[in-house]
C-alpha cells in the first residue's frame, strides 16, 4: 500500500470512527427527548455547565445529559463478581462492542472521492487516483456484515455465561436463542435483494439504486422489495435486542439479563454497544433499502432528470452524499426510537413463535416469489 | 411428563384476522404515538411548549386553586405586631414537628404581653395538612394559595422566619384588633 492510499483510508476510518461514536453518544439524547416528545413530557434537561465566575447555566437542551452519564460510569466502582472465569468476564463486553463497530467498515458511506479533485494543490501527489467512501472496499459485503453479526451472540453468550449468576444466564440464553432466530429470518429477507441485483458488494448495491423502476420511481430495495424492507427492519430490531424484543434483559424478570453483574464502563460498554447498532441498522437499511448515500435520481455523476444528466462538481457532490447518508441513517433511528417507545413488550413463546412461525415462511415466501418472478422476466 | 399447556380461560380476548396479523395494529399504534410526536415536534420548532409540563422554579402557574394550601403567614394587628400569642397550640400539633417558637414578654403590651420572639417554619418537612391553621385560637397563623418559593440544594435554606412570615399586609383583614 502506498502512502496516498494509506492517508486516505486513514481518513476515512476517523471519519467511520467518529460518526459512529457521535452517533452513540447523541442517540441516548435523541432517545430520551423523543420519548419525551411522545409522551407530552420535555424530557431530560437539568444537567448544565455552568460558566465559570457567573450564574449562566447552559443547558443545550440536555445535551450534556450524555455527559454526565458518561462521567457517572467512568466514576463508578468496578464491580467484580466471585467468578470462575474473570477472563471471559472481562472479554464479554468487548466481543458484543468490536463487531459492531466492525460491520460499519463495509458499508458505504458516500461515493466517490477523488482527492486530486478535491483539493487542487495535491492533485499532482494523487496522480488521479480514486476511492469509493468506504474503509473496506470487498466485493463480500453483506457476508462479511452476517459474520460479524454472528460474533455479537458469542459476547451476550459469554458474559451471561461467565457471570456466574442465574439471572444472567437466562438473559444469556434468551440473547442466544433469540439472536440465532432472528439472523435466520434477516439473511432469508436479504437474499430477495441479493438476488435481483446479483451481487453482495454493497457499494455496487447502492449504485444499482440510482436507476428508475417503471420509469418515475427510484430504484431504491424499498420500491423493489417494499415486503422485505418491512421483514428485515423488524428482524434488526429483534437482533439489537430492544422493545419490544427486549427478552434478553427485561429488567422487570431478569433485572438487567445477561449484564446483570456488569457495572461502571463495562456496563457502559453494552449501552453504547446497543446504541451504536441502532445506528448500524440504520445505516444498513439505508444502504440496501433506502438507495445509500444518494438521493433520489442522483448517481455518482450528479442529478439523473429526464431532460438529462446535471452534473454537480465534486466539492459540492462529496459533502452532499455523506450528508444525505447521514441524515437517511438518523431518520432510520429516530423511527427504531419511534418502535421502541410505542410498542409492548414480547412474550418469550410469542417472541420465537413470532420468528420461526410468521416471519421465517414470510421471508421464505418473498424469496420464492422473487425468484419466480425474476425467472419469468428473464424467460420473457 | 405431560407437555405444558396453556391454560384456557372463559374471558381469553378474541381477535379478529386482522388483529392478529399484528402488523395493522402495529402500523395504526405507531401512527398514533407518531402523529403525537409530530404535533408536539411542530409546537417546539415553532417556538410553543410542546408539553403540559410547568418548569417549577423558573415558571409559576399562577392558577392555584384559592384554597389550595400553601405557604404560612402569620396575621397582622393594627399596629404590625404578630397577632400570635406564643401558646405553641400549632408547634404541638403538627404532625412533621416544623414549627419552632420561641416566646418572650413584653411589659409594655397590657393586653398581650406574651408574643414570639422566634418564629421559625422548616419547610423542608412540612406535610401543608393545615393542622395549624385549625389549631390556632388566635386566628393567627394562615395560609396563602401561594407556594413557597424555596427549591434549594440545601435543606438548611429552607426556612422561613418571622419577618418573612410577616409580609402579609392586606388592607381589609377580618383579623381581631
Known sequence: MILQDLLVTLILIGYAVGVLLTFGTILTWVERKQAAIMSDRIGANRAYVRIPFTDVKLVALGLFHGMADGLKMMLKEDFRPKTYDQLAYTLGPWVTFVPVLLVFAVIPFGGVLDPGRLVPAAAGWFEGRTYTMQIAKLDAGLLVIFAFGGITIIGAMLSGWSSNNKFSLLGALRAGSQMISYEVVMALTILGLVLIWGTVDLNEIVQRQSGRVFHFLPAWGIVLQPFAAVLFLVAAIAENKRIPFDLPEAESELIAGYYTEYSAMKMGLFMFAEFIEIAIVGALFTTLFLGGYNLPYMDDGGFILGGGPIGLPHWIMVPTQLGVFLLKVLAVCSFQILIRWSLPRFRYDQLLAFAWKFMFPLAFANLAVTAIVLWLMERA | ?177
Not at chain 2, 422554579?57 to 384559592?66: G, H, I, L, M, V
Not at chain 2, 404541638?92 to 416544623?98: E, I, L, N
Not at chain 2, 404581653?113 to 417554619?121: D, G, L, M
Open chain 2, 1 to 177: 411428563m405431560k407437555p405444558y399447556a396453556r391454560p384456557r380461560y372463559w374471558n381469553e380476548p378474541r381477535m379478529s384476522w386482522y388483529e392478529r396479523a399484528y402488523f395493522f395494529e402495529v402500523v395504526r399504534g405507531l401512527r398514533i404515538t407518531g402523529r403525537i410526536f409530530l404535533r408536539n415536534m411542530w409546537k417546539w420548532i415553532t417556538g410553543r411548549k410542546g408539553a403540559l409540563t410547568t418548569y417549577y422554579p423558573e415558571e409559576k402557574r399562577p392558577d392555584y386553586a384559592p384554597a389550595n394550601r400553601g405557604k404560612h403567614i402569620l396575621v397582622q394587628r393594627a399596629d404590625g405586631k404578630p397577632q400570635c400569642i406564643a401558646c405553641n397550640l400549632c408547634a404541638t400539633v403538627c404532625p412533621a414537628k416544623v414549627i419552632e417558637i420561641e416566646a418572650a414578654f413584653d411589659p409594655s403590651d397590657e393586653k398581650r404581653p406574651k408574643y414570639p420572639a422566634r418564629f421559625e417554619i422548616d419547610y423542608s418537612r412540612c406535610v401543608f395538612c393545615g393542622l395549624c391553621v385549625e389549631a390556632c385560637p388566635e386566628d393567627a397563623i394562615r395560609m396563602l394559595p401561594e407556594v413557597p418559593n424555596l427549591p434549594s440544594f440545601d435543606r438548611d435554606r429552607m426556612w422561613l422566619g418571622k419577618d418573612e412570615l410577616l409580609n402579609w399586609n392586606p388592607r381589609d383583614d377580618g383579623a381581631k384588633r
